[in-house]
């Protein structure tokens, strides 16, 4: 089989850079890589977004998802092309279950007390408090870093925790992931659930839920193991 394309899916409260310190390594390794702006308005919607680009590639594709961005990996990992998933801190629903289901089985992250609404047309946005962005979000990237992406996160429109997943993708697709283990805005209890349920291979990295800047090397190299699965 043909080396696959990556393709990279950003989470809420963040956009394609998210994956700034991963995609070089790619790159580097002569890997195609794919990283497209998600709406971040409802999951199914997300998902079909998604699988827009991933109709567009031609041969295997190793779709990746953080955060949020792994219920959308989910859903629309069920295309054809789509031969492997990478969950990186991530939710991983059940078909017909929504985001906000898997979330209230466990204790609440500082998350929760962490979101400003913004009323909009359509509902509700919601972000990050700026003064609350680097502790729950990357507690361990520096300051000046976590400061940007605080400033330039991408809103979650509030609907999206309550849209029941259409598909999933794991139960036909191999799927790695990584949980992290000091994670303030997604349970890692939320993630291990998912991920054992899934029968995702996974291993924990002591990160924040920023893996991506957190734990680039851990990341890449599991990128670098899905790709060489599919590939082989």
Not at 15 to 33: E, F, K, M, N, Q
Not at 88 to 112: I, N, T, Y
Not at 201 to 214: G, P, R, T
Request: charged share 15%; aromatic share 6%.
């Amino acid at each position: 089989m043909s080396q696959p394309t990556v393709v990279l899916i950003h989470g809420a409260f963040a956009d394609a850079s998210s994956y700034g310190p991963v995609i070089p390594h790619l790159l580097g390794d002569g890997i195609r890589v794919l990283a497209p702006a998600v709406p971040n308005r409802a999951l199914n919607e997300d998902a079909a977004a998604v699988s827009s680009v991933l109709a567009t590639i031609e041969g295997p594709v190793v779709l990746v998802g953080h955060s949020y961005g792994c219920a959308v990996a989910t859903v629309a990992g069920t295309a054809d092309n789509v031969m492997s998933l990478v969950y990186l801190a991530g939710f991983v629903p059940e078909e017909g279950e929504a985001l906000g289901e898997l979330q209230d089985r466990f204790a609440p992250s500082d998350l929760a007390t962490s979101l400003v609404p913004t009323p909009t047309a359509d509902g509700v946005d919601l972000t990050v408090d700026l003064d609350k962005f680097h502790a729950v979000f990357a507690a361990d990237v520096d300051a000046s870093t976590a400061a940007v992406l605080a400033v330039t996160q991408r809103p979650l429109a509030g609907a999206a925790f309550g849209d029941p997943a259409r598909a999933a993708a794991w139960k036909t697709k191999p799927a790695w992931g990584v949980v992290a283990a000091q994670d303030h805005a997604i349970n890692p209890d939320v993630q291990r659930y998912g991920y054992q349920r899934a029968g995702v291979s996974a291993i924990e990295a002591d990160s924040s839920h920023l893996v991506m800047f957190a734990q680039p090397t851990v990341v890449t190299d599991l990128i670098r193991k899905a790709v060489t699965s599919v590939a082989e």
